[in-house]
């Protein structure tokens, strides 16, 4: 199984309409909503089966494995959304802990009216996910806020979710933390400079931070400079051992073992399916 690290890296979500094409399975710390736009496709969720048709979203909680299946003929569309504790801040937890919640909700038709307006939501950000301008990662943004409070709503309301005050403040000091690394990343980041800034002693902030992100502060990190990493190998032609100093690692073979342990690939293999991939 394919393990996805923290998607924190040039945004703290990840969004894409794409064909409904199959993908391995896998996991990671984010939440994920998969909306069919059109037609339907399958997707294993803890080895269960399930069709998503058109108006149906697929809720994948976080660390749960998940598989889109391969076949000859994809008849669907998807509009696909990542987001974790960097962006819902400590909203994100009830999303880690979701009891005997669906996993698929039909929203087409649907008589409650939060999930009519998700629907609606969710069809508008698809939207404005392929036409883009200027202003888009701002409207895309606050649509992602609204989708996801939307969505805790509905699954408070049903007993599948709870809101925890505690969790809401802790996630917003770890949230601190997300900030250093953004700012920090390309040299080296004092674990013990970031406890005392989110006000912890190491052993809580550790368990804090694990209890918020699902991850650890370590692997946070290296998510982070593996994705400014990605950005250099598909834009520059900057050699590898260049690209691993100016993401913060202090010699190329250990940036190379974390790049294939969170990507599944070797840098050079990265940089030449990038290459094949543009138009």
Do not use: W
């Amino acid at each position: 199984m394919l393990y996805q690290k923290s998607l924190i890296g040039r945004e703290p979500y990840y969004i894409l309409k794409e064909n409904a094409s199959g993908f391995q399975e896998h996991r990671h710390p984010e939440l994920e909503l998969s909306f069919c736009t059109d037609g339907f496709y399958d997707v294993f969720i803890d080895k269960k089966s399930y069709r998503v048709k058109y108006g149906d979203l697929a809720l994948i909680p976080p660390m749960t494995a998940h598989e889109f299946s391969e076949s000859g003929k994809h008849t669907g569309k998807r509009l696909t959304i990542e987001v974790g504790a960097g962006f819902l801040s400590g909203y994100f937890a009830p999303f880690k802990a979701l009891r005997s919640c669906p996993p698929v909700l039909s929203l087409s038709g649907a008589e409650e009216p939060v999930l009519r307006e998700l629907s609606g939501l969710l069809t508008e950000t698809a939207d404005m996910s392929e036409n883009r301008t200027a202003f888009s990662p701002l409207f895309i943004k606050s649509a992602l806020y609204k989708i996801s409070a939307l969505l805790l709503s509905f699954l408070t309301e049903k007993g599948y979710a709870r809101v925890s005050e505690r969790s809401v403040g802790d996630a917003a000091k770890i949230e601190r933390s997300f900030e250093m690394i953004y700012d920090g990343y390309k040299g080296k980041l004092d674990l013990d400079a970031v406890c005392k800034e989110c006000g912890y002693s190491k052993s809580s902030f550790c368990r804090v931070f694990k209890a918020v992100t699902g991850d650890t502060f370590h692997n946070a990190l290296n998510a982070y400079r593996v994705e400014a990493a990605r950005a250099d190998l598909e834009d520059t032609s900057l050699p590898v051992e260049r690209i691993a100093e100016n993401v913060g690692f202090t010699d190329s073979k250990s940036f190379c073992r974390v790049f294939k342990k969170i990507t599944g690939v070797s840098p050079g293999a990265y940089r030449r399916a990038a290459a094949r991939r543009r138009p």
